[in-house]
């Protein structure tokens, strides 16, 4: 499914039926003859809109988790491998992100950003990024002490190359799991700052849809309803492919199907 979304986005500009901004029909049209998903208040056809949205939110979604995973796993790994006053000045740098309630820091830095694709994803990547450096930070002060890692000391191997050579490769698996459900999340904290004006006016999202049409929800109730069920199942596949890469980084339940082979 999330293949399929992910395509969709892709494709957007070729497979949409119409331009999502184009004024093409009657105003609030239902679901089927010309328009198959309806038309919204300005006669915007709803199925072009989604298709163009899913590009939108996918984007956003990567590129905020892809920052907030570089600014996380270099927090963590510095504070987890240095430990000591590297450690305590990093954790409570971390510390000071997440005390802050992180959908409204997201709504500050945007309003002082200015709405906008590049301060979205900037609020959403700070935001999200301080649980990364803690799980960074634990498997890099598991990993440290590793017979591996002190062989590679004594062949001589700096503090970066190990760093990055020898214990970041060892601390991926769970990193990249919660990568994943960052993704999701920072999809639906787009969609929200979307609902509430302020996200980019010239990119159309599935949350610019929901929130636009919220004050005709019973008269066109497929205008909120449609763009939630993409939302709804885009964030339950990212879930559930996050739930199977931890799955499969996890030694215990490998081993566990290992055996039961």
Not at 72 to 101: H, N
Request: glycine content about 10%.
């Amino acid at each position: 499914m999330l293949s399929l979304i992910a395509l969709v986005a892709l494709l957007a500009p070729w497979i949409a039926p119409h331009d999502p901004w184009a004024l093409l029909g009657q105003p609030l049209a239902p679901p089927g003859g010309d328009f198959a998903l309806g038309t919204d208040m300005l006669g915007r056809d709803l199925l072009s809109g989604l298709i163009h949205g899913a590009r939108v939110s996918l984007l956003i979604g990567l590129a905020s988790s892809t920052c907030a995973l570089l600014i996380g796993v270099g927090v963590g790994a510095l504070a987890g491998y240095f430990g000591g006053i590297v450690d305590r000045v990093l954790m409570r740098f971390t510390e000071f992100f997440q005390v802050i309630p992180a959908f409204l820091f997201a709504i500050l830095l945007v309003a002082i950003m200015r709405p906008g694709l590049k301060s979205v994803i900037i609020a959403v990547a700070l935001v999200t990024w301080p649980p990364v450096a803690r799980l960074v930070r634990s498997e890099f002060l598991v990993l440290r002490s590793r017979e591996f890692v002190e062989a590679a000391r004594s062949l001589g191997l700096g503090h970066w190359q190990i760093m990055v050579r020898e214990i970041l490769p060892n601390a991926l698996p769970p990193v990249i799991a919660v990568g994943s459900l960052m993704v999701a999340t920072a999809i639906l904290t787009e969609s929200s700052l979307s609902f509430l004006g302020l996200a980019d006016p010239n990119l159309i999202s599935w949350g610019y849809i929901i929130g636009s049409s919220r004050s005709v929800f019973r008269d066109a109730w497929w205008l909120s309803v449609l763009p939630g069920l993409c939302l709804f199942i885009t964030v339950l596949s990212i879930n559930l492919l996050a739930d199977g890469l931890g799955d499969a980084g996890n030694p215990l339940l490998r081993s566990g199907r290992d055996t039961a082979a």
